[in-house]
C-alpha cells in the first residue's frame, strides 16, 4: 500500500493490516463495502490548527471588517478583546457574548453567500508562522491515508467541530470529500423568498449543540446512519467518536494524531474546547488500545503543501 | 436512454431533454457532476403510499404489539382510535397526543435495534389490496430514472417526510440508496454506553420539525449542502424543495407524480400532512411549469414488482 509520507511503525503497520484484514474477501474480519465508513476529525487531525483555529481567524478577520464600518459594534468590550486576541479577556465576558457577536456577523448572509466568503477568504489567507496559504496546511500522510481508504471501497467523512458551511467551502478540494460527506457544527438558516427565489439565510444562533463529544456519535447516526470502523482524531472532543467506532460489532481502527513536533508543526496536548478539562486524548488512546500517530516519529512528511 | 417503463410523451421527453442537456460537455446547460445533485420524495413518488403510509401501518402494528402487552396503554382512547383504524377520532385528541403515543413505542430501543424492527416487518408485511409485499410496490419509472441518473453522474438522494431510520432501513436495497443519501423526519437519540458498548438510543421526541413543506429545503441544505437541480414529489408538502432546485442558477428539472391511475393504483390529490389546506402541488405545477407525470397515461408499468 502506498504511504509514502508515513514512517515504518506501529501506526503504519495498524492502518495497513486493518486495511487489508476489512478489505480479504473471505476473511474472518471482512466488512462489505457499505459498511466500510470511516469518519475523521478535522482541525489538528487533516490539517494545522495552530496558533488558532483556521475558522477562528476568517471569523476574527470577518469582525475586523464589520468592527471598521460599524463603530458601535468596535466599542463593544469583547469585540476590543476579540480584535486585540485577548482571548482571555474575551472569555470573561462569557461564551455566549462571544458566540452572539460572532454569529450576528453572518446573520442575513444566504448559505452561497457564505460559503463564497469562506472559499475566497481561504484562497488568500496565509499562516502567521509558515508563510503559505492554511489551504496548503493539510496533513500528508491523512491525505495518503484517505486515498487508499476511497481506492480499498471504504466512504470517508469529514466530522468535524468547525462550522459546517466552512469546511465544505474547501472539503472537495483539499479533501476530496463532496459538501454532504462532511458533518459539522451548524447555524440555524431559515427558508426565504428573495425576488422570486428560494434561499435559505443564515440566522444568529446555533443549530443544536456544538459537534464536539458525545454530538459527534449522535450527528454520525444523524447524517451517515451507519457506525464507522475507523475513526480519526486529535482531541478529547473526538473521544466519543472513537470509542463509538470501537465498540461496534466489526473490527475496527482509532486513530489519535499526538501533536509532537514543534519543529515541523505544533506540540501540545489535544484538548476539547467544549470540555477543557477532560482526559488527555492520548491517555485514552492508550487505556483503551487505540493507535496513537506521532507526528515526530510516524510522518517523514507533514504538510501538503 | 433506457426507460422502458416510461411511454413516450411530455413527461419522458422533459427528462431525456434536461439529462441530455446538463451532461453534454461544452453544451450551454452543461452542470459539473458535482453539482448534479437530485432529490426524491419517498411515500407517493417512489413507493405507494394508500390506503396509509407504510410507516403509518409499521407504527399501527406495533402499538397493537405494545397494547397487547400492557393493558394501560390499549384502555387510551387515543390508542383505541388509532387501532379501531379510526383516525377522524384520533385526531380529536389532538395531533400531541398521536405522535406522543407513537414516540413512546421506540424509545429505549437502540437505532440498531430500530433499523432490525423496521427491516424485519418489511421483509414479509404485505400491502392490504394488492396481497404483495410493501416493498415489491416501488414504482418501477422512478427507479428507471434513477438508475439513469446515476449513471449520468447524478447523485440521488432521497428527501423524505417519512422517519430517516425507518426509510434507511430499506433504501439501499429497494433504491440503491445508501443510509447517508436519505434524509428525513428523525427522533432525538442520546448517546449512551451500555455494557461498555456506546449505543444511541431513541427518545420519546423528535428532533426539529417534520421534513415537509420549508424543512425540505433547510434539511437538504443542512445534509447535502447543495442546491439540487432535479426534484421529484407527489404532494404540496413537496412543493417548496422543488422550489428550490427550480429557483437555482443552473437548469432544473421538477418532476410532480399525479395519482390518477385508480385502476393500477390510487387517485388522489397529493396533499401536505403538514399544510392540508396547500394549494394541490399539481396546480403549483401548471402554474411554475413543473412537468407533470401522469401515472395512467406516462407509465406504461408502475410497480417494480
Known amino acids: 500500500m502506498t504511504l509514502p509520507s508515513w514512517n515504518d511503525g506501529a501506526a503504519r503497520t495498524a492502518i495497513v493490516d486493518f486495511v487489508e484484514a476489512v478489505t480479504e474477501e473471505g476473511g474472518t474480519d471482512f466488512v462489505p463495502p457499505a459498511e466500510r465508513i470511516a469518519v475523521l476529525d478535522n482541525d489538528g487531525t487533516l490539517w494545522c490548527e495552530r496558533p488558532a483555529y483556521v475558522q477562528a481567524m476568517f471569523v476574527i478577520r470577518r469582525l475586523g471588517d464589520a468592527a471598521a464600518a460599524r463603530p458601535e459594534l468596535a466599542r463593544q468590550p469583547v469585540v476590543k478583546a476579540l480584535l486585540a486576541g485577548d482571548l482571555e ?5 462569557g461564551i455566549e457574548a462571544i458566540a452572539g457577536v460572532l454569529l450576528e456577523l453572518d446573520a442575513g448572509r444566504t448559505t452561497e453567500e457564505f460559503t463564497r466568503d469562506a472559499a475566497d477568504w481561504l484562497a488568500a489567507a496565509k499562516h502567521p508562522r509558515f508563510g503559505v496559504r492554511f489551504r496548503e496546511l493539510t496533513y500528508s500522510p491523512m491525505l495518503e491515508l484517505m486515498d487508499l481508504l476511497r481506492a480499498r471501497e471504504f466512504r470517508v467523512f469529514i466530522v468535524t467541530g468547525g462550522g459546517v458551511e466552512f469546511v465544505r467551502a474547501v472539503g472537495e478540494e483539499l479533501y476530496g470529500v463532496p459538501p454532504d460527506d462532511i458533518v459539522g457544527s451548524a447555524v440555524q438558516v431559515s427558508f426565504e423568498r428573495r425576488d422570486g427565489r428560494v434561499v435559505l439565510v443564515r440566522q444568529a444562533a446555533m443549530l443544536g449543540s456544538p459537534n464536539e463529544g458525545p454530538p459527534k456519535a449522535v450527528n454520525i447516526q444523524a447524517h451517515i446512519g451507519r457506525r464507522p470502523i475507523l475513526a480519526a482524531g486529535n482531541s478529547a472532543g473526538d473521544r466519543e467518536m472513537l470509542e463509538y467506532a470501537h465498540t461496534g460489532e ?11 513536533d514543534a519543529e515541523r508543526e505544533y506540540a501540545y496536548a489535544g484538548a476539547a474546547v467544549t470540555d477543557p478539562d477532560a482526559e488527555p486524548i492520548v491517555d485514552t488512546a492508550s487505556r483503551l488500545g487505540w493507535t496513537v500517530v506521532s507526528m515526530r516519529r510516524d510522518w517523514n512528511r507533514v504538510f501538503a503543501r
Open 250 to 260: 466489526r473490527p475496527s481502527l482509532c486513530l489519535v494524531v499526538d501533536h509532537d
Open 89 to 93: 479577556t474575551a472569555h470573561q465576558y
